[in-house]
């Protein structure tokens, strides 16, 4: 998936957001620097999220070795609950907490789309 076609996909999100009364804000240089830096910052009706954005052309997608844990720190320091939020072509955006990603026997993070079906919430779910 190409960055441009990534962060088409974030701004969509950002606007989902924001129609429904939250205040996202897009991360700059997330992902290019060893600080932790989400995709996506979201507060609204008391609920903070630090959202980590992924749209996929396949069915899974595995993380780099840290990605996960960067999210998790951030949102540890921020006080925000750590989301992944991974868009499936032709099939829509799912939302999970990390203990619901998957976890390779290397102890590599990983969602795939019957894992995000099982594990994942929908939009509306996310923003109750």
């Given at each position: ?11 969509e999100?950002?606007?989902?957001f ?31 999220l630090a ?78």
């Open positions: 998936m190409s960055k441009r076609k990534g962060t088409r996909y974030e701004r999100l950002f606007h989902m924001y129609k429904k009364g939250f205040m996202p804000v897009r991360a700059a240089g997330s992902g290019s620097t060893p600080i932790p830096n989400p995709d996506l910052i979201v507060g609204g009706n008391k609920k903070y959202i980590e954005c992924k749209a996929l052309k396949g069915n899974s997608k595995y993380f780099k070795e840290n990605e996960i844990e960067l999210l998790e720190e951030f949102s540890n320091r921020f006080g925000a609950e750590a989301i992944v939020a991974v868009r499936f072509d032709n099939r829509g955006w799912f939302f999970l907490k990390i203990n619901k990603l998957g976890k390779s026997k290397k102890g590599t993070y990983f969602v795939s789309y019957d894992l995000a079906v099982k594990n994942g919430l929908k939009f509306e779910d996310i923003i109750k």
